[in-house]
């Protein structure tokens, strides 16, 4: 071989080191963690700031290293075919294309990118200020070719400038799922975000407590028992209704009765209860959670009752109400044994569950882990309704979204105990 081709063997090689690096980059800078990015950028990385910048414009930056690597792959097959036709003849074409074939897709295409796919942030930050030369020399012929393609685009009626985009919230979402299924975020975790995330999608009526299950006191009563109603009572604040309950007329604080038997000496009839309550909070069943977070920390309170378009009562929200969308059910010392029973859920041999149909859906997804829509009912008893499309009788059974539906009690008109059984377990079994 004569020194010229042994200098174009030489320059095959410098070419696909360049394609090597062409390759790497745009898998490396494409793969990078943005959150990752962000954070040493953040902290002062003058390269982090780099590849934020090159990535925040994409199409420009791999049209740059697209046309970059195109050129030297062209150029490298080019002279090796030079070269393998001088050595071979006519046969050298052949050659020629299997080699460069082989050596472009291995050394070119397949290891770089695994490179990068390996550690795609130290990759990032390595090549970022040659790939940041590259996008600014290339820049003129990038914005020429983008402009052809987003012309051919319009022609088939697509606008690249409207292209969606996954949102923030979904994108968080998608990789605490990811995660978990990994084993590298445990489910209480994955619920605990994902339960932050969820804020913005509730209002007070999905996470309130029915007028059903209130417990309020009747303020005409006699002051001895409604006193000793109080102190008896788990919780710490008590709506009063006069003669209606759905007529709310105050809330009591379970301190604030403590504080007048004191007063009194422990003599209830000096107890005025009228004067020791507070004024009720009504709120709309339409506001939303994250509102009504913001409300109670800005008021300093923590429970507000609930009334629907007609100013009928609903129910009533508190702060726990919410924060137990975050972090779970909250015991305190005067609840039962935190177990699946105490939350209205038994755990049968046959891998079915007897459930309190007035549990939350939301509650039920998140302690078995389950997918069941609640955007028409926010209740099991209200799928099984839903599903019947009658208030169904004990003994009634109906199927929908992947479970069997047994109802095994009813209270008057209400749904209050269902048995659901899995369709896969159904089908072991």
Known sequence: ???????????????????????????????????????????????????????????????????????????????????????????????????????????????????????????????????????????????????VVNSILRLFGLDATNASAISGHDEIRGTL????????????????????????????????????????????????????????????????????????????????VLRALMDANGDTSQVDVRKIMTKPWFIPQSTPVQVQLSAFLKRHAHMALVLDEYGVLEGLVTLEDIIEEIVGDISDEHDEPDDEAVFGIHKNGDGSYDIDASIAIRDINRLLDWSLPDDTANTVAGIVITAAKLIPEPGHEVSAHGFRFLVLERDRQRVSKVRIVPLEAAKTS
């Open 177 to 256: 799922d990811l995660l978990h299924s990994e084993g590298e975020v445990v489910k209480d975790d994955r619920d605990m975000l994902g339960g932050l995330l969820d804020l913005k999608d509730l209002v007070v009526s999905d996470v309130m407590v029915h007028r059903t299950q209130m417990t309020a006191f009747d303020v005409t009563r006699p002051v001895n028992e409604l006193v000793r109603d109080v102190l008896d009572c788990a919780y710490t604040r008590m709506p009063l209704y006069e003669n209606e309950s759905d007529n709310i007329v105050g809330v009591l604080h379970a301190k604030d």
């Open 1 to 147: 071989m004569t020194t010229t081709l042994w200098l174009t063997s030489a320059g095959i090689i410098v070419l696909l080191a360049m394609s090597f690096f062409f390759s790497g980059s745009e898998t490396a800078l494409t793969a990078a963690s943005r959150a990752r990015m962000h954070q040493l950028a953040r902290n002062g990385d003058n390269r982090a700031v780099l590849v934020e910048s090159l990535t925040r414009e994409k199409e420009r930056l791999i049209g740059a290293l697209l046309l970059g690597n195109n050129i030297v792959n062209i150029l490298a097959s080019t002279l090796a075919a030079s070269v393998l036709i001088a050595v071979f003849g006519e046969a050298g074409i052949a050659y020629a294309t299997i080699a460069m074939t082989a050596a472009v897709v291995i050394f070119s295409e397949v290891l770089p990118k695994t490179l990068a796919l390996m550690r795609p942030d130290s990759f990032a930050l390595a090549v970022v200020p040659v790939v940041r030369v590259v996008v600014v020399f290339f820049a003129p012929v990038t914005l020429a070719v983008q402009a």
